[in-house]
């Protein structure tokens, strides 16, 4: 028997909601959604009571019945509180589609002719919806300018302050995302990682770092398993075995030992740093469950480290427990068989996947096959791949192509992939830096200088590689 205490039927549509969402399905919530909302109209509890309303609202979105049950309940509600609009605008941004954020973005304006305030909450939805570009931009800084006007999140409200960072790193603009960090009173864990992913996402590895020191040091946060996931990449990015070992440690006086997002991070930063057996010993330790990506990223350490036949081994012994290969692990197996000149053991593998796994090839899986059969000295057999690929050629792919026919100095193949690149990247400064590199080698001046004029003209340069160490946390 249901109870009649409106408050005890709020609390039951939202258990409703929880065990949509859990394994007994949305039909099982649905149908309690709907016991409970006709309960609710024959008592008359709906008119006088916002949170049973609310409640319903989420049940409903929660069951995949956002559009009409969701929505139509809330337009009949006679009064709306802040949570009202909040639970509606949250279900949409979470399980609408894309177009369902112009919905979100116009409940927000309704609710404040609605005579109601938004909150920190509120802030915290639509924030997220700001997409990159100048509008994205424009819209997020508006929000930011009402947060300030409200001191809705540089105080306590922790949540609104990171989804500011996340929101201007989004966009690109990492400088105005710090602004706001230095600004908070008050900062934890999530603010701090947030800041940090932003840094190491726009390659400032070092920036990073520091600031990831800073947080122990000054702030007296302990990192948690996000930041240290966060961080890791910064670490491997500036070869920094000593720092990639501190992390380690750590993590195991933590007790993060078992955490698999950690241990796949760890071993990737190892490899990166160098030390394939830090990695392995990881790998090994039967104590953690690995998934895909815990495999993906031992098969690409061994093959970062040019053991492409224990990368192989290490693949097929990942296909005999089950484990269903996707396209990113057929990837790193096929870059593995690349590094060592493995031919027949890559042919074989990219049949399997296609036929057996039913994995459609990824640009990226083809070019990787064109560069190993290309360095291999099968330029005819690399051009045959091509002509047969399912999906468009793209740069990566006729790259490899010129690449291998300047390794065996096949000239005819070469103007074919030059061709090819310069009619999908025209203003990729790389292609004529080829070209004149091409015609140099045959002494061809005349047309060296043409092309260099051209690039000149075009305002084309191009970057100039790079790379450093990281020796006693001094760079060089």
Not at 141 to 152: A, P, Q, S, T
Not at 358 to 382: F, H, K, W, Y
Request: charge should be neutral; aromatic fraction near 8%; hydrophobic fraction near 45%.
């Amino acid at each position: 028997m249901l109870p009649r205490d409106p408050f005890a039927l709020a609390a039951l549509a939202r258990a409703a909601a929880a065990r949509a969402c859990s394994g007994a399905g949305a039909g099982a919530g649905a149908a309690d959604a709907a016991a409970l909302h006709a309960f609710a109209l024959r008592l008359g509890a709906l008119p006088a009571d916002p949170v049973l309303a609310n409640a319903l609202v989420l049940a409903y979105s929660r069951c995949g019945l956002l559009s009409p049950h969701a929505r139509q309940l809330f337009d009949e509600m006679p009064l709306r509180t802040p949570a009202s609009w909040n639970t509606l605008m949250s279900e949409l941004s979470r399980s609408g589609p894309p177009s369902s954020h112009k919905e979100v973005f116009d409940l927000l304006y309704l609710m404040q002719i609605d005579g109601l305030r938004p909150d920190g909450f509120t802030v915290s939805v639509v924030l997220p919806l700001c997409g990159g570009g100048p509008a994205g931009l424009l819209r997020g800084r508006e929000i930011h300018g009402f947060v300030v006007r409200n001191d809705l999140g540089l105080g306590s409200d922790f949540h609104v302050g990171s989804c500011l960072i996340d929101m201007y790193c989004r966009v690109r603009r990492v400088d105005l995302g710090r602004r706001v960090f230095d600004k908070m009173r008050v900062k934890n864990v999530v603010n701090w990682t947030a800041m940090i992913g932003a840094y190491v996402e726009i390659r400032e590895f070092a920036e990073a770092m520091r600031l990831f020191r800073e947080m122990q040091c000054k702030g007296g946060i302990f990192p948690n398993r996000a930041t240290l996931v966060s961080v890791l990449p910064a670490v491997g990015s500036l070869v920094s075995l000593l720092e990639a070992k501190q992390i380690h440690g750590y993590s195991f006086r933590m007790w993060l030992s078992r955490e698999v997002s950690l241990n796949n991070a760890l071993i990737d930063t190892y490899s990166k740093c160098g030390s394939l057996y830090y990695a392995t010993r990881i790998f090994d330790d039967g104590s953690w469950h690995k998934d895909t990506i815990s495999w993906s990223s031992i098969i690409s350490s061994y093959g970062i480290h040019g053991k492409g036949e224990e990368a192989v081994g290490l693949f097929n012994e990942m296909c005999s427990l089950g484990i269903k290969p996707d396209s990113i692990i057929g990837l790193v197996v096929l870059s593995a068989c690349c590094r060592a000149g493995l031919v027949e053991n890559a042919l074989e593998i990219y049949n399997s996947l296609v036929k057996d796994h039913e994995i459609i090839p990824t640009v990226e899986m083809c070019s990787c096959m064109v560069d190993l059969l290309g360095r291999a000295g099968q330029l005819n057999r690399a051009l045959d791949f091509i002509k047969s690929m399912k999906v468009v050629p793209g740069p990566s792919v006729w790259g490899a192509l010129f690449d291998a026919s300047v390794i065996h100095n096949n000239q005819e193949m070469q103007i074919l992939a030059y061709e090819s690149l310069l009619q999908l990247e025209q203003k990729n400064p790389s292609n004529f830096v080829s070209l004149s590199n091409l015609h140099a080698f045959s002494g061809r001046w005349d047309i060296v200088e043409q092309v260099r004029t051209k690039m000149k003209q075009s305002r084309l340069k191009k970057m100039a590689g790079c790379s450093w160490l990281n020796v006693n946390f001094s760079e060089c």
